[in-house]
């Protein structure tokens, strides 16, 4: 068995996708964080139905009461420039990862399941410090020590497959996986339809594009 966090995009469901095809039953665990995004919290519920998942849960932990990142404070404006090398963008949200991982090795313990799923990816947002391989060797070593199943020697297993993949392989892993694209959110405004211009959205699309299926990219400008 295996727990999956489920944000809604793209990366997120072709993660989980990838440990079905492995043969793990999934469980899929969201966050309400406070996002100004809430639609992926909408798409992450089309996908655990279309993906098959075992369970899915969307738990409420408010990280926009203090703020500190374009995703939680309207007030901060979105990145449209692109990623810039070696540059944290303020859209990177405190701890975030960090947070996340733990509840759902929480999860994942009390469950039974061998491996926790994310969707994290060092090469297209260089700039999240906890999107990176060296961050999530740490954090396993901590899941290892800081659990009752690590310290038997049986503890859940960070397993995060697109960490140094590219967007467009992602995209076109997804493809190979039947993961519903469409179904998936990776705007980071909070409109009713993706905006085109935030970086997330510039990156998909990019990808949709080499890959193949400019038909799945946003419909705003830029």
Not at 89 to 112: D, H, K, M, W
Not at 186 to 204: F, H, K
Request: aromatic residues 6%; proline residues 5%.
């Amino acid at each position: 068995m295996a727990v999956a966090l489920l944000s809604g995009g793209l990366d997120s469901a072709t993660a989980a996708a990838l440990a079905i095809e492995a043969g793990f039953r999934v469980i899929g665990l969201s966050f309400d964080y406070g996002q100004r995004h809430r639609q992926e919290l909408e798409a992450a519920a089309a996908l655990a139905r279309d993906l098959g998942l075992l369970e899915h849960h969307t738990i409420a932990v408010n990280l926009a009461a203090w703020g500190g990142s374009a995703l939680t404070d309207p007030g901060i404006a979105l990145p449209a420039a692109g990623v810039v090398e070696g540059v944290i963008p303020p859209t990177y949200v405190p701890c975030r990862n960090t947070v996340f991982i733990a509840l759902g090795l929480s999860l994942a313990e009390a469950q039974g399941a061998s491996r926790l799923v994310l969707g994290v990816n060092a090469v297209d947002y260089s700039g999240y410090p906890d999107c990176r391989p060296d961050y999530l060797a740490a954090y396993q070593n901590l899941a290892d020590l800081g659990s009752k199943a690590g310290r038997e020697g049986h503890g859940t297993q960070l397993w995060a497959p697109l960490v140094r993949w590219s967007k467009t392989r992602i995209v076109q892993e997804a493809l190979r996986l039947q993961v519903p694209i469409a179904r998936t959110w990776s705007c980071y405004a909070g409109g009713e339809a993706p905006c085109g211009r935030c970086d997330s959205c510039r990156i998909r699309d990019g990808a949709l594009r080499e890959a193949g299926r400019p038909d799945l990219a946003s419909r705003g400008p830029g």
